[in-house]
Antibody
Framework: QVQLQQWGAGLLKPSETLSLTCAVY????????WSWIRQPPGKRLEWIGE?????SPNYNPSLKSRVTISVDTNQFSLKLTSVTAADTAVYYC???????????WGQGTLVIVSS | DIQMTQSPSSLSASVGDRVTITCRAS??????LNWYQQKPGKAPKLLIY???SLQSGVPSRFSGSGSGTDFTLTISSLQPEDFATYCC?????????FGQGTKVEIK
C-alpha cells in the first residue's frame, strides 16, 4: 500500500518561493507519474503539474512560468516562485495511475501567503 | 482547458436515499472521467475511475456512468459516512481539470 508524506513551509511572504516535498513509501516509484494539486479556500481543485521517475515534467500552462517540479529517489518536489495571496491554498501531492486518475494522495499542506 | 461543471452544487438527503450527482464537460472526454470524495480537512479519495470503474475498496453502493460530455455519480443508499463533498475530474487532456464539487448534507 503506497503512502505519500509531504512537508514544507506553511507561511510565506509575497514574492517568496513555495517549496514542498513529497516522499513515497511502500510502493513502486518508477512507472508512475507523480502530481501536485492545490485547493484554494472554498474553491475547486487545481492541477499544478506532474513528473515521472525519469524527471520529465508536465505543467499547467496557467502556472508554468513559475513552477518547477523535480524528482529524486522516491520523492518529488514542487517549487513555485513569486507567490502572492492568490497562491494561498492546501497543496497536495498524489500518484497518477495509468488512466490518469489520482489514486493515492498526501495529507495536504496548508500554505498561507501573507505579508 | 476543458471546463467541468457539476450539478447540483449542494443537496440535502437522508440516510437510505438514492443520490445522483451530474458532471458535464465542455467537450467530449470519452470515458476519461474520475470521481472523488472529500471530507473536511482531508485529501480527496478516488471512488470511480474511467467513468464507471469502482476503485478497489470502495463500497458497491457507489456507481458511475456516462461518456462523452455527460456523467453521473450515483449513491444507491446513502450512509452516514457518505456525507461529504464529491467532485469530478477529467483526465482526457492536460491540464487535468476538476468540477466545483457537490456537497452532500444531512437532511
Amino acid at each position: 500500500q503506497v503512502q505519500l508524506q509531504q512537508w514544507g513551509a506553511g507561511l510565506l511572504k509575497p514574492s517568496e518561493t513555495l517549496s514542498l516535498t513529497c516522499a513515497v513509501y511502500g510502493g513502486s516509484f518508477s512507472g508512475y507519474y507523480w502530481s501536485w494539486i492545490r485547493q484554494p479556500p472554498g474553491k475547486r481543485l487545481e492541477w499544478i503539474g506532474e513528473i515521472n521517475h525519469s524527471g520529465s515534467p508536465n505543467y499547467n500552462p496557467s502556472l508554468k512560468s513559475r513552477v518547477t517540479i523535480s524528482v529524486d529517489t522516491n520523492q518529488f518536489s514542487l517549487k513555485l516562485t513569486s507567490v502572492t495571496a492568490a497562491d494561498t491554498a492546501v497543496y497536495y501531492c498524489a500518484r497518477v495511475e495509468w488512466l490518469r486518475n489520482l489514486d493515492s494522495w498526501g495529507q495536504g499542506t496548508l500554505v498561507i501567503v501573507s505579508s | 482547458d476543458i471546463q467541468m461543471t457539476q450539478s447540483p452544487s449542494s443537496l440535502s438527503a437522508s440516510v437510505g436515499d438514492r443520490v445522483t450527482i451530474t458532471c458535464r464537460a465542455s467537450q467530449s472526454i470519452n470515458s476519461y472521467l474520475n470521481w472523488y470524495q472529500q471530507k473536511p480537512g482531508k485529501a480527496p479519495k478516488l471512488l470511480i475511475y474511467a467513468a464507471s470503474s469502482l476503485q478497489s475498496g470502495v463500497p458497491s453502493r457507489f456507481s458511475g456512468s456516462g461518456s462523452g460530455t455527460d456523467f453521473t455519480l450515483t449513491i444507491s443508499s446513502l450512509q452516514p459516512e457518505d456525507f461529504a463533498t464529491y467532485c469530478c475530474q477529467q483526465s482526457y487532456s492536460t491540464p487535468w481539470t476538476f468540477g466545483q464539487g457537490t456537497k452532500v448534507e444531512i437532511k
